[in-house]
């Protein structure tokens, strides 16, 4: 189903949430029922053909220090979101986020946001494209975006928190010698600042590793490029 989000993005937030709300499209993520309510991804596309992805929630809350009686999970991605892209982290752009009461005083909460085009599974990627097919060059400057996307996002304080390969993409822009990779990480709904960088970053770098099936080599390698931006080595992880 088309999306007319340039016109909507003048209009009042009531208005665009109301207008997201009544859009559907297919799904991509079943609703599912946790955190005391639902919570499902819908794929649909705006008039101007650029794919979205909205986040539909209701009733799904988290609680915290600051949101004891819970808040609607979009809304903390929603700062991921921000927080990141102000550290130069590879994010799908935000096209729209707001959460609502229903007269029943349950949360209602949408987030729309724009696909990444181009990208695949840094695992595909891996399986798919070995150093040999497209050279050791471009393979290890993979690595190394990876390495200071990472580094970057924990100098900020920012824990991912589900730190797996399916949530790692990477896009490979141009061809021959002019190929530069570029990095994008998804599902921040549970990305959270730490108050230490470095806590934040042995949290995602373990379950990283736990997770991926990079080779020990390009393990290794990773971990040499993430240092140099992060600017201590992480105990444990070699």
């Not at 979009?74 to 927080?83: F, K, N, P, S, Y």
């Not at 797996?164 to 549970?190: S, T």
Request: glycine share 8%; net charge positive; with cysteine.
């Amino acid at each position: 189903m088309a999306v007319d989000y340039t016109t909507e993005a003048s209009a009042a937030p009531e208005s665009r949430f109301d207008y997201y709300w009544n859009q559907h499209g297919e799904w991509v993520e079943e609703p599912n029922v946790r955190r005391g309510g639902e919570s499902g991804v819908q794929r649909v596309r705006a008039a101007n053909g650029q794919l979205l992805y909205v986040k539909r929630q209701t009733g799904h809350i988290y609680r915290s220090f600051s949101h004891p009686l819970g808040r609607p999970t979009v809304l903390r991605e929603r700062d991921a979101l921000q927080g990141l892209a102000e550290l130069n982290v590879g994010v799908p752009k935000l096209v729209f986020c707001g959460a609502q009461r229903d007269p029943q005083h349950q949360w209602r909460a949408l987030l729309v946001t724009e696909s990444l085009d181009g990208f695949e599974e840094i695992d595909k990627w891996y399986a798919g494209r070995t150093a040999e097919q497209h050279g050791e060059a471009l393979h290890e400057a993979v690595f190394k975006e990876l390495a200071a996307t990472l580094a970057r996002m924990h100098r900020g304080r920012w824990q991912h928190s589900c730190l797996y390969p399916k949530h790692i993409f990477v896009r490979i822009n141009g061809i021959g010698v002019d190929a530069r990779p570029e990095i994008a990480l998804l599902d921040l709904e549970k990305c959270r600042q730490r108050f230490s960088a470095t806590r934040a970053a042995q949290h995602d770098m373990k379950q990283l590793r736990r997770h991926s099936s990079f080779s020990d080599a390009d393990w290794n390698k990773l971990l040499y490029f993430y240092k140099t931006v992060f600017g201590s080595p992480l105990k444990g992880l070699e």
